[in-house]
Every structure is written in structure tokens, then in C-alpha cells.
């Protein structure tokens, strides 16, 4: 029951802050019945290496019925006993042994939460994707009246001898290309819908997406579930290496064994027995085996091996921060650029309001600049969820103190 409450408040904290006023579960039932699984799978596998230093206790039960073929004795023997070869001491292997347990449960419970967090990323990354195509779906359609003020405006030069074909044959290149494009938005929208649904039963519409904020690239580093999911591979190498030397050192078994035994013979009962009897002693013991120091050799190199990447993978999530950090700056600026562009924009569509209303210029030119202004005001809100998206990402790399394990 406990692991069970630890597992519902792991992925009610890793799911729910995605949903404002509601209190369902986020993702699937089969989803978080998977999970649920894999916690109770880690945490069967701790109490097994936890304990598998212990050796078993072996019960013992016989009845023989014995014939000498020379003296014709007849003897039954039965026999009832408990007995342990239980090791004392491993030259530190016991001790490996169970901090072993601990490491691997830590490695397996960071790998799960790691493996919860990609999955909410990748939850909210189609949410944010999804609304981010709403957008320039709207953008799209106001492209496309734009397009069709375009090709009457071009259309009319060309049968006034204005122009030649080609300006008109380009509008309608331009409207196509944009109808090609509004159709492969529609398509992504399902798209997204789709990749929802694998997750979770709630309509992708229906899902709210908390606002994420950029963390400090040092927290960042010190949570990052990579960073910590191969710092605890690394020690949970350090613990098998250790293990694997202590295999071929000393070792102090305690042997014991103790029961009840009942011997009747036929022919002479005197000789007949019925009682307890035990024995126990003490065994060192230590292995000479040829391949020892390769062995021994090749779980040091792993362990090496595994802190070279653990010190790559801090590396990586160095640069990943950066590039990050770079990509939404690159976002802000161009939502700066595109606001200077609203202001000119502003400035265009007062003077063109007052030439309309004078006569000196036609409708459509006023059509054209209020969609472009539009457009360009809806590039601002696809550049914020832009942000968002980047900052989400580096947001479900790292283990957040609430969801420790």
C-alpha cells in the first residue's frame, strides 16, 4: 500500500500541473496502469538484492529402507533437518551487495521518472503544437484573402494590358502554394489530436498547459534527470565492481545443520536410535580462479566507462541548456521586430483609412493591409508558444524537488 501512494503521488505530481480545476487523471488508464507496474517491479527487484546476500535455510526430509545383501540386515532410516551455509564475511562483498540494492532501486526509480517526464513533454509539446497550428491556420486563411485580393487586382492589369502574365500567373502560383499549405495544417491539427490520444482519454482541446519559466542553468545541471540517471548508473557500477573483487577474496561461511533422525534396524535393536542431532562449524574459504584479474579488470572498465558518461552527459546537457536559452532569445527578438512592424503597420492603415474615405485609394488596398497587420500580430502569439515549447523542454529534463522519488 505504501508504494502504491508513493507511485499516485509521483504521477499526480508529474501530471496534474498540467490541468487547472480538474482533478482526472491526465493520461490514460492503461498509461498509468504501466507505470504503476514498472514501480512495482522496482521496488519487488530492491527487496530481492536487498536480500540476496541471505542464503536459504534448506529443510530436509528422508525415509530409506536399507537391505544388506551379505547379512541379510534390514534397517529403515529416517530423517527430519534444517540446515544453512550462510557466509559471515566477504572481504566487503556483503556490504557491496546491499548498497548495490539501493543504487540500482535509485537508477530504476530515476530512469521511471525520466521516462514519465518525456511522456508529458511529449503531451504537452502535441498541445502546444496543436495550438500553435490553430494559429497559423488562422494566419493561413488570412494569407489566402489576401491572395484572392491579389489575383482579381493582377487579373484586371493583365486584361488591361497593364501587365503581362506572368505578375498574374505568379498570384496564382502564390494562392496555390498557400492552399497547399492551409490543407497541411488542417492535416497537422489531426495530426496532434492523434498523437493526444495515445496518452489520454481528455479531447486535446480540452487540456490546459501550465506557463513555464526559464530555471537557473545551475539548477538545471543539479536536477537534470540525465545528469542524475547516469550519475546513479555510475554508482551502481562503483557497487558491482566492488562486488566482482570481493568474489575472489576470503570469505568466512558459518555452516550449520540440525534436526531429528530415527534409525530402526531389524536385526539388531540395540543399534536402534531415535533423537536430535546438530552440527555446526566455520568455513574460510577463497577462490583461485585463472580468469580473476580479467574479470575483475573488465567491471572496473564499465564503472570507468559509466562515469566518462556521466561527466558526457552533463557536457551535453551544458550545451542543451545553452542552445536553448540562445533559440528563445533568437524567438523574443523576432516577436520585437514583428511589434516595431505593428507600429508602422498602424501608421500605414491610419493614412491608407484617410485616403479610402478621400477617394485617392480602392478598398481592397485597406483589405490587404488590415489581414497583413493581422497576420503579423498572430506571428507574435506562434513565437510565444515557440518559447514555451523550448522552455518546456528543458522544463521536463529535470527532476523538480517535489517529484523526488
Do not use: C
Amino acid at each position: 500500500m505504501k508504494s502504491q501512494s508513493t507511485f499516485v503521488t509521483l504521477i499526480s505530481l508529474l501530471w496534474f500541473t498540467s490541468v487547472q480545476g480538474n482533478d482526472r487523471l491526465l493520461f490514460s488508464p492503461e498509461k498509468q496502469n504501466y507505470f504503476q507496474q514498472q514501480q512495482h517491479q522496482i521496488n519487488a527487484a530492491y527487496e530481492k538484492l536487498h536480500y540476496d546476500w541471505l542464503s536459504p535455510i534448506n529443510l530436509k526430509a528422508s525415509s530409506i529402507y536399507e537391505k544388506s545383501a551379505s547379512y541379510g540386515a534390514k534397517d529403515t532410516r529416517q530423517s527430519l533437518s534444517a540446515g544453512i551455509a550462510q557466509d559471515l564475511f566477504r572481504s566487503g562483498g556483503i556490504t557491496y551487495a546491499i548498497d548495490y540494492a539501493h543504487a540500482k532501486k535509485e537508477s530504476d526509480s530515476l530512469a521511471l521518472g525520466k521516462e514519465i517526464a518525456g511522456i508529458s513533454q511529449q503531451l504537452m509539446n502535441a498541445v502546444l503544437t496543436y495550438r500553435k497550428n490553430e494559429i497559423a491556420l488562422k494566419q493561413s486563411d488570412l494569407k489566402l484573402k489576401n491572395a484572392q485580393i491579389e489575383i482579381f487586382l493582377k487579373r484586371k492589369q493583365y486584361e488591361a494590358g497593364d501587365i503581362d502574365i506572368t505578375f498574374l500567373n505568379n498570384a496564382l502560383m502564390n494562392q496555390s502554394n498557400e492552399l497547399k499549405n492551409n490543407t497541411s495544417l488542417r492535416y497537422a491539427l489531426a495530426q496532434q489530436k492523434f498523437e493526444a490520444a495515445k496518452l489520454t482519454d481528455l479531447p486535446i482541446d480540452s487540456l490546459s498547459v501550465p506557463v513555464y519559466t526559464l530555471t537557473q542553468k545551475e539548477t538545471f545541471l543539479d536536477q537534470g534527470w540525465n545528469i542524475r540517471y547516469a550519475k546513479a548508473l555510475a554508482g551502481s557500477a562503483a557497487q558491482q565492481y566492488g562486488q566482482t573483487k570481493s568474489s575472489y577474496l576470503p570469505k568466512l561461511t558459518l555452516i550449520a545443520d540440525a534436526g531429528y533422525q530415527r534409525f530402526d534396524s531389524r536385526t539388531t535393536p540395540s543399534a536402534d536410535y531415535r533423537g536430535n542431532f546438530y552440527d555446526a562449524g566455520l568455513q574460510l574459504s577463497m577462490p583461485l580462479a585463472y580468469n580473476a584479474s580479467a574479470t575483475s579488470q573488465e567491471a572496473q572498465a564499465a564503472y570507468l566507462k559509466q562515469q566518462a558518461q556521466s561527466a558526457d552527459t552533463k557536457r551535453q546537457m551544458d550545451a542543451l541548456y545553452d542552445q536553448t536559452v540562445a533559440l528563445v532569445e533568437s524567438y523574443k527578438q523576432t516577436i520585437s521586430i514583428t511589434q516595431n512592424n505593428l507600429n508602422y503597420y498602424d501608421e500605414l492603415l491610419g493614412a491608407t483609412q484617410a485616403a479610402v474615405k478621400a477617394g485617392y485609394k480602392a478598398g481592397y488596398d485597406l483589405q490587404t493591409l488590415q489581414n497583413t497587420r493581422a497576420i503579423e500580430e498572430l506571428e507574435i502569439q506562434i513565437n510565444e508558444i515557440n518559447i514555451q515549447i523550448q522552455l518546456s523542454q528543458l522544463h521536463y529534463q529535470m527532476q523538480h524537488p517535489q517529484e523526488s522519488l
